[in-house]
């Protein structure tokens, strides 16, 4: 069993900067790969962010060139660098873990972020 802690949502202006964490605790391989998702009101939930225990990456279309994504495999906590923030980046952000050999994700609880025009 996997626990996730998120922080840093909030609310912020377009254009602005925030950071999110994620801090995963419990019994894990140290095979896994973290990332983000969001879901915005009336939306789907979409994937924002993955990274791989190796450090590989892959982003949504519509962050690229803005977002960040970075894990400190020590702390077993992944970070969210938002930068260039848009309104439409507005969701309830959430962390994820894949555990290797498990076929479904853990999810955090969730964290707000809204921007405003």
């Known amino acids: 069993q996997v626990q996730l802690v998120e922080s840093g949502g909030g609310l912020v202006q377009a254009g602005g900067s925030l950071r999110l964490s994620c801090v995963a605790s419990?019994?894990?391989?140290?095979?896994?790969?973290m990332g983000w998702h969001r879901q915005a009101p009336g939306k789907q939930r979409e994937l924002v962010a993955r990274?791989?225990?190796?450090?590989?990456?892959n982003y949504a279309d519509s962050v690229k060139g803005r977002f960040a994504i970075s894990r400190d495999n020590v702390k077993n906590t992944v970070y969210l660098q938002m930068n260039s923030l848009k309104p439409e980046d507005t969701a309830v952000y959430y962390c994820?873990?894949?555990?290797?050999?498990?076929?479904?994700?853990?999810w955090g609880q969730g964290t707000q972020v809204t921007v405003s025009s």
């Open positions: 419990g019994k894990f391989s140290s095979i896994n790969t």
């Open positions: 990274i791989t225990h190796g450090g590989r990456t």
């Open positions: 994820t873990f894949q555990n290797w050999g498990e076929t479904s994700d853990y």
